[in-house]
């Protein structure tokens, strides 16, 4: 089944909420959960203009309208529900997302190689 992290969906108090959490398999990389929009959405944290966090302080990932994830070091806005870059240098790129499975209370997100996936 390969390396998975478990995260409990009641650690989610509203809409734009998020969760982060360590990647072993992926050296020093970080990972965050979001819900948005009664979805949940799992990606590296790992802006793709260039090799740093997205989040400003820790697991603080949304602009101020909790419309975007936003990078924290030029502004880059990705859609929180695609994971696509809609303004900034990184415009048309994908965060790379983690696969995820929603089981009862919890949420699996699966961070071995075949659980990523670069592009959509
Ligand atoms: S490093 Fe994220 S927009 Fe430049």
Redesign the pocket.
Known sequence: MGNFIIINKNQFKQSADSVTFDIPSMGEKKGFLVWFEGKFKAYVNE??????C?DWQPNDFFDEDKKFII??????LYSPKTGV?IS???KGQNLIKLNTLERNEDIMIFTDKEGCKKNG
């Open positions: 802006c793709r203009h260039m090799e740093v997205l990078c924290s070091t030029h502004g880059a870059c900034g240098p990184c």
